[in-house]
C-alpha cells in the first residue's frame, strides 16, 4: 500500500488558479507514473492530466488543456497540479493516483489513490 497524501484544495472564484500537491511517500516502479482525475457526484472519475516522474512527459484531458499544469519535485517527492483559469465546471474532487507500466488516462491504470481533495469554482 502507498499512501498518497493530497493537499491544496479549496474555494476559488472563476478565473483564479490553485495549486493541489500530492506527497508520495515511497517511489517505486508502481510508482512511476501520477495522474490526477476529478469526480463529481454522479459521474464518472475524469481523467485530468498525468505525469511520469522520470522524463516528466506530461498528459492532459481535453478540458484542462492550456489551463492546468502537471509537475514533479523529486527532493520533496511530490507531484503538483497548478489549476489556471478556473472555470465552475472544474469545482469536483479531485485525486492523486499512482500507477507503473504504460502511463494511461484510464482509473483503472492506477494501483494507488489519495483521499481526494475538494475544489470548488464559485462564478
Known amino acids: 500500500q502507498v499512501p498518497l497524501v493530497e493537499s491544496g484544495g479549496g474555494l476559488v472564484q472563476a478565473g483564479g488558479s490553485l495549486r493541489l500537491s500530492c506527497l508520495v511517500p515511497?517511489?517505486?516502479?508502481?510508482?512511476?507514473?501520477m495522474a490526477w482525475f476529478r469526480q463529481v457526484p454522479g459521474k464518472e472519475r475524469e481523467f485530468v492530466a498525468a505525469i511520469r516522474w522520470g522524463s516528466g512527459t506530461t498528459y492532459y484531458g481535453d478540458s484542462v488543456k492550456g489551463r492546468f499544469s502537471a509537475s514533479r519535485d523529486f527532493a520533496k517527492n511530490t507531484v503538483y497540479l497548478q489549476m489556471n483559469i478556473l472555470k465552475p465546471e472544474d469545482t469536483a474532487v479531485y485525486y492523486c493516483?499512482?500507477?507503473?507500466?504504460?502511463?494511461?488516462?484510464?482509473?483503472?491504470?492506477?494501483?494507488?489513490w489519495g483521499q481526494g481533495t475538494q475544489v470548488t469554482v464559485s462564478s
Open positions: 515511497s517511489r517505486t516502479l508502481s510508482t512511476n507514473n
Open positions: 493516483a499512482a500507477g507503473g507500466g504504460l502511463i494511461r488516462s484510464t482509473s483503472e491504470s492506477y494501483d494507488y
